[in-house]
């Protein structure tokens, strides 16, 4: 019974003496399983990181989620004590900071989701196109995911046209790129169906091609209408790229 008292009492000294601390292991952990979630769509040949599955929202409450947990990255890996750290994890600690500041640049230093309307054409078209790269034949998850992007097309549109304060130049490369949109998809639905796992899913890409078509001549006209009104000349402005050299490049 002693011995039971004893170690009753220690244990909240040892709870104390022990802190649970946050590692970079676990940060960098947490960050690129969100970052696979929000990190935007482009056509760079040459991905970065694979991107999580599921549906993309760019609306004001989803954008506005990305900042607050943006915020407590950027407060974890600004509150690690780096002082005792080995060159070798130093240097994985800047890196990391290098991924978070990204976002930031992304998402306030140069918002393209605010004034590039090529910007929606990569979340949808480029989305689209990026899950059709693998080599058939497709798995159940791959052809899940090519409908379900298909399907949040209109979607991610709408989100585009409340966002955007567009410029000419950027809204003429949108217009160029969806110029023959409407005759492009219906090729893509006729040489995919067939390599989808089920006829569920052909039947929900059936539907989903002629709304994703309507929507983006919608986008496109949107933008042609709106294009004698656009802003020609824009400048991000030195501390943008000073931002972008020092924080995200480590120059």
């Excluded at 954008?63 to 407590?72: C, F, P, T, W």
């Excluded at 899950?131 to 998850?141: C, N, Q, R, S, V």
């Amino acid at each position: 019974m002693r011995q039971l008292l004893i170690a009753l009492l220690l244990l909240p000294c040892v709870s104390l003496a022990q802190p649970r601390t946050d590692s970079l292991q676990q940060l960098a952990s947490d960050f690129w399983s969100w970052r696979a979630k929000y990190r935007p769509f482009t056509f760079d040949d040459v991905p970065r990181m694979e991107h999580s599955g599921g549906v993309r929202d760019w609306s004001d409450s989803s954008i506005s989620k990305q900042r607050a947990d943006l915020r407590e990255f950027q407060r974890r890996w600004k509150e690690m004590a780096t002082n005792d750290w080995p060159v070798s994890e130093k240097v994985d600690y800047r890196l990391m900071g290098s991924s978070i500041a990204r976002v930031h640049w992304e998402l306030d230093v140069n918002p393209r989701w605010q004034r590039d309307p090529t910007f929606y054409v990569e979340q949808t078209v480029g989305a689209l196109q990026e899950e059709l790269m693998p080599a058939p034949p497709f798995t159940e998850e791959c052809s899940r995911e090519i409908v379900a992007r298909t399907e949040n097309i209109p979607s991610i549109l709408e989100n585009g046209k409340a966002n955007l304060k567009p410029l000419a130049p950027f809204a003429q490369l949108a217009i160029a790129s969806l110029s023959d949109i409407n005759e492009r998809l219906p090729r893509v639905e006729r040489g995919i169906s067939t390599l989808l796992t089920n006829d569920d899913l052909r039947a929900r890409l059936r539907t989903a091609v002629p709304k994703a078509i309507e929507a983006l001549v919608k986008y496109r006209d949107w933008l042609q209408q709106s294009l004698p009104h656009m802003p020609q000349e824009f400048s991000l402005g030195r501390d943008a790229y000073c931002f972008f050299l020092h924080h995200v490049a480590l120059l």
